[in-house]
Protein backbone atom coordinates (compact mmCIF):
# COMPACT_ATOMS: atom_id res chain seq x y z
CA UNK A 1 0.00 0.00 0.00
CA UNK A 2 1.73 3.44 -1.04
CA UNK A 3 1.60 5.91 1.62
CA UNK A 4 -1.08 8.08 2.53
CA UNK A 5 0.44 11.31 1.71
CA UNK A 6 0.60 9.89 -1.91
CA UNK A 7 -3.20 9.62 -2.34
CA UNK A 8 -5.78 12.66 -3.06
CA UNK A 9 -8.17 13.35 -0.15
CA UNK A 10 -10.91 12.08 -2.62
CA UNK A 11 -9.23 8.85 -2.53
CA UNK A 12 -8.84 9.30 1.31
CA UNK A 13 -12.70 9.96 2.01
CA UNK A 14 -13.20 6.91 -0.53
CA UNK A 15 -10.84 4.59 1.71
CA UNK A 16 -12.40 5.30 4.75
CA UNK A 17 -15.91 5.50 3.65
CA UNK A 18 -14.96 1.27 2.61
CA UNK A 19 -13.31 0.74 5.99
CA UNK A 20 -16.34 1.95 7.55
CA UNK A 21 -18.75 -0.55 5.55
CA UNK A 22 -16.30 -3.21 6.71
CA UNK A 23 -16.36 -2.25 10.46
CA UNK A 24 -20.26 -2.54 10.14
CA UNK A 25 -20.17 -6.00 8.24
CA UNK A 26 -17.98 -7.40 10.54
CA UNK A 27 -20.45 -6.06 13.30
CA UNK A 28 -23.26 -7.47 11.91
CA UNK A 29 -21.76 -11.16 11.35
CA UNK A 30 -20.26 -10.87 14.75
CA UNK A 31 -24.08 -10.24 15.99
CA UNK A 32 -25.19 -13.04 13.64
CA UNK A 33 -22.53 -15.49 14.83
CA UNK A 34 -23.02 -15.19 19.02
CA UNK A 35 -26.64 -15.83 18.02
CA UNK A 36 -26.28 -18.72 16.24
CA UNK A 37 -24.04 -19.93 19.12
CA UNK A 38 -26.63 -18.84 21.48
CA UNK A 39 -28.95 -20.83 19.54
CA UNK A 40 -27.47 -23.85 18.88
CA UNK A 41 -26.23 -23.46 23.03
CA UNK A 42 -29.42 -23.58 24.52
CA UNK A 43 -31.82 -24.86 22.18
CA UNK A 44 -29.63 -28.05 20.59
CA UNK A 45 -27.89 -28.51 23.42
CA UNK A 46 -24.42 -28.94 21.52
CA UNK A 47 -21.32 -27.73 22.58
CA UNK A 48 -20.01 -24.68 20.59
CA UNK A 49 -16.50 -23.88 20.79
CA UNK A 50 -16.57 -20.33 21.78
CA UNK A 51 -13.10 -19.39 20.81
CA UNK A 52 -14.78 -18.18 17.60
CA UNK A 53 -16.47 -15.16 19.27
CA UNK A 54 -12.80 -13.90 20.05
CA UNK A 55 -11.49 -14.40 16.72
CA UNK A 56 -13.89 -11.71 14.49
CA UNK A 57 -13.38 -8.43 17.40
CA UNK A 58 -9.12 -9.73 16.93
CA UNK A 59 -9.08 -9.46 13.40
CA UNK A 60 -11.00 -6.37 12.79
CA UNK A 61 -8.03 -4.20 14.55
CA UNK A 62 -6.28 -3.79 11.66
CA UNK A 63 -9.33 -2.32 10.07
CA UNK A 64 -9.56 -0.21 12.94
CA UNK A 65 -5.80 1.14 12.97
CA UNK A 66 -6.33 1.59 9.18
CA UNK A 67 -9.08 3.99 10.02
CA UNK A 68 -7.29 5.94 12.72
CA UNK A 69 -4.49 6.62 10.17
CA UNK A 70 -7.19 7.53 7.14
CA UNK A 71 -8.68 10.00 9.86
CA UNK A 72 -5.46 11.43 11.34
CA UNK A 73 -4.14 12.00 7.30
CA UNK A 74 -8.18 13.28 6.76
CA UNK A 75 -7.86 15.95 9.30
CA UNK A 76 -4.26 17.06 8.95
CA UNK A 77 -5.23 17.78 5.39
CA UNK A 78 -8.32 19.81 5.75
CA UNK A 79 -6.58 21.89 8.91
CA UNK A 80 -3.88 22.63 6.20
CA UNK A 81 -6.65 24.28 3.76
CA UNK A 82 -8.74 25.81 6.09
CA UNK A 83 -5.79 27.85 7.52
CA UNK A 84 -5.17 29.07 3.86
Given at each position: ?????????????????????????????????????????????????????????TT???????????NN?????TL?????
Open positions: MKQLSKYTLAQLTKSRALLIGCLIGIGLLWQLVIIVFLYLYFFKDQAVPFFVLLILPSIGVFISLKSLEIKSRKTSHL
